[in-house]
């Protein structure tokens, strides 16, 4: 999450003022150091959890979006969910959110269009500090299908929702250097769920420093390396590593960009995002590593210890831990979607441009300064900047919208990425769920022209894409937005009894005329390193 404003450290959240009419955000500085992974391992409710952090020398650029992380709950008393799957919006709406919400209903409306209507209906709240823009509202994810309500394929999600929103009223917020803060929604007109809130805001404290998450495997754990995602040196491949099994094998995928090559030299599409997914299996080991369940409130989620092994040696800007209905889902993305401001500046940062890292120092700079120098890798890049322009100016303030960086490379523990930013500024008022919906699914997921290039996907993956590719995040209070590419992605479904009923992730990259077949498939096995190894399982197509 964002430092919006060069937030310093003596910078801090403004206290809340006591007596105030209607809903207001109250905020209650937190004592002694708070760890999110504990809080979330201590939680049995479901919760979304944004976790920003950024590997040792990672460029400024990237350390401003890495500057603040969020725990927000979902059990408060002015709760709120909106699923829509299958087609339908299903709201959930609480007795003490009623007023803004309305009652729980089903509704047979697009997605966009019911999330406009909440986001106009929800109570505006101050932001809690300078820099910071989440003001509790609205958290979770929308799904890759619900481009279909923008001129995409005409599919939905297989077995769960296309978007899961939660109004949240309560959140703990920790600034880069530590210091945390809980926040709490509050409503004159609502004094029993005002008192539950501040109880709650009242019974936080810091952690215990015996019961902090460790800041790495023990020696003994061979996760370290397998988690790096960086090349092993010579040794043997690790045997005991799982096997994810690829949707087709590497000979389908390869043929598979041949094809879209032959629709771009049809002049059907210039670039075409075409993806896979690897079937995950679930490692019946979790539950016996270090230190991963032996604290409260663990047992109930072991996929959430699996988290906090992948996170250890992957640090990354938009992190995120979502564990909502029968999802459960482990992001590592480095790349933003869309953040918009509250007041109204928009931008967007695609990465197009990959190249896997390795551990001798030297061969990882040859490898960093040839993507910096890959005309290739530059096309692809400049293709979805021009996409994502045109995508911002159908809401932006005409003549606003400027390129300010254009195809920089930053480096993450696995992977060396090409990164550009493109921002605008929206007109006084502007629906913050059209800005998203006119510029779904992220174009450096999709290819250009967006229509046709994810026509063509659709056809030769033949499945859909679910949560991954999507977008994860929320919708402030304070009308600011923030959201990630859903990539380097693990969704697992579960049944009702709890047991999974299947656990993907998804990979893929930008298909050009100059791409080789075999480099893109490299491409695809690279992406996936640093969340399977994570895991313990290895890519087998």
């Known amino acids: 999450m964002d430092d919006l404003r060069g937030l310093t450290a003596e910078a801090v959240p403004t206290p809340s003022v006591e007596g105030g009419a209607g809903p207001r955000l109250e905020t209650r500085r937190l004592d002694g150091p708070v760890d999110l992974a504990v809080l979330a391992r201590r939680t049995t409710t479901d919760l979304v959890w944004f976790d920003s952090?950024?590997?040792?020398?990672?460029?400024?650029?990237?350390?401003?979006?890495?500057?603040?992380?969020?725990?927000?709950?979902?059990?408060?008393?002015?709760?709120?969910?909106?699923?829509?799957?299958?087609?339908?919006?299903?709201?959930?709406?609480?007795?003490?959110?009623?007023?803004?919400?309305?009652?729980?209903?089903?509704?047979?409306?697009?997605?966009?269009?019911?999330?406009?209507?909440?986001?106009?209906?929800?109570?505006?709240l101050d932001a809690p500090a300078d820099g910071c823009a989440f003001a509790l509202g609205w958290v979770g994810f929308l799904g890759y299908e619900l481009g279909r309500e923008v001129?995409?394929?005409?599919?939905?999600?297989?077995?769960?929702?296309?978007?899961?929103?939660?109004?949240?009223?309560?959140?703990?917020?920790?600034?880069?250097?530590?210091?945390?803060?809980?926040?709490?929604?509050?409503?004159?007109?609502?004094?029993?769920?005002?008192?539950?809130?501040?109880a709650w805001s009242a019974g936080l404290c810091g952690a215990d420093p015996d019961d902090r998450e460790p800041a790495a495997p023990e020696p003994h754990d061979d996760l370290a390396d397998r988690a790096t995602g960086l090349p092993d040196g010579g040794r043997e491949p690790d045997r005991s590593l799982l096997e994810a099994c690829g949707r087709v094998d590497r000979a389908a995928y390869e043929r598979a960009v041949d094809t879209c090559r032959d629709e771009i030299r049809e002049?059907?599409?210039?670039?075409?995002?075409?993806?896979?997914?690897?079937?995950?299996?679930?490692?019946?080991?979790?539950?016996?590593a270090p230190d991963a369940l032996d604290r409260p409130g663990a047992a109930g989620d072991r996929h959430l210890a699996e988290y906090l092994r992948i996170r250890r040696?992957?640090?990354?800007?938009?992190?995120?831990?979502?564990?909502?209905?029968?999802?459960?889902?482990?992001?590592?993305?480095?790349?933003?979607?869309?953040r918009i401001d509250a007041d109204g500046g928009v931008l967007a940062e695609p990465i197009k441009g990959?190249?896997?890292?390795?551990?001798?120092?030297?061969?990882?700079?040859?490898?960093?300064?040839?993507?910096?120098?890959?005309?290739?890798?530059?096309?692809?890049?400049?293709?979805?900047?021009?996409?994502?322009?045109?995508?911002?100016?159908?809401?932006?303030?005409?003549?606003?919208?400027r390129v300010e960086r254009l195809c920089d490379v930053e480096t993450y523990a696995s992977v060396h990425q090409m990164v550009s930013t493109i921002a605008g500024v929206l007109a006084p008022g502007a629906s913050r769920a059209a800005v998203v919906r006119a510029a779904f699914p992220p174009g450096s997921m999709t290819g250009a022209p967006k229509r046709s290039a994810t026509a063509i996907a659709d056809r030769l993956e033949g499945a859909p894409r679910g949560v991954y590719a999507g977008a994860i995040g929320y919708f402030s209070a304070s009308g600011a937005v923030d959201l990630s590419v859903a990539i380097r992605t693990l969704v697992t479904v579960l049944h009702p009894d709890g047991s999974v009923r299947r656990r993907t992730l998804g990979a893929g990259g930008?298909?050009?005329?100059?791409?080789?077949?075999?480099?893109?498939?490299?491409?695809?096995?690279?992406?996936?390193?640093?969340?399977?190894?994570?895991?313990?399982?290895?890519?087998?197509?």
């Open 354 to 401: 990959t190249r896997p890292r390795h551990v001798d120092p030297v061969e990882d700079a040859v490898v960093r300064a040839d993507l910096t120098t890959s005309a290739k890798d530059r096309a692809e890049n400049v293709m979805i900047v021009d996409l994502l322009r045109n995508d911002l100016q159908r809401t932006a303030r005409p003549g606003s919208v």
């Open 267 to 288: 002049g059907n599409a210039f670039q075409v995002c075409l993806t896979t997914a690897f079937a995950v299996p679930d490692a019946p080991d979790v539950a016996d």
């Open 313 to 338: 040696s992957d640090p990354v800007p938009f992190g995120a831990y979502l564990r909502t209905g029968d999802l459960r889902i482990a992001s590592r993305s480095p790349e933003r979607f869309l």
């Open 510 to 541: 930008a298909v050009t005329w100059s791409s080789s077949p075999e480099d893109e498939a490299d491409e695809v096995e690279a992406k996936t390193v640093s969340v399977l190894r994570g895991v313990g399982a290895a890519a087998h197509w």
């Open 151 to 198: 001129d995409g394929p005409d599919r939905t999600a297989d077995g769960h929702a296309d978007a899961d929103l939660r109004f949240v009223d309560r959140a703990v917020l920790v600034r880069g250097d530590g210091a945390a803060w809980a926040l709490t929604l509050v409503d004159d007109d609502e004094p029993d769920a005002s008192a539950a809130n501040r």
């Open 53 to 124: 952090a950024l590997p040792e020398g990672a460029p400024p650029s990237a350390g401003l979006r890495a500057a603040w992380s969020v725990l927000a709950l979902t059990d408060g008393p002015f709760a709120a969910r909106f699923r829509h799957q299958d087609r339908v919006a299903r709201l959930d709406v609480s007795p003490a959110a009623g007023s803004w919400f309305g009652s729980s209903r089903a509704e047979d409306r697009a997605a966009f269009a019911v999330l406009d209507d909440l986001l106009q209906r929800t109570p505006t």
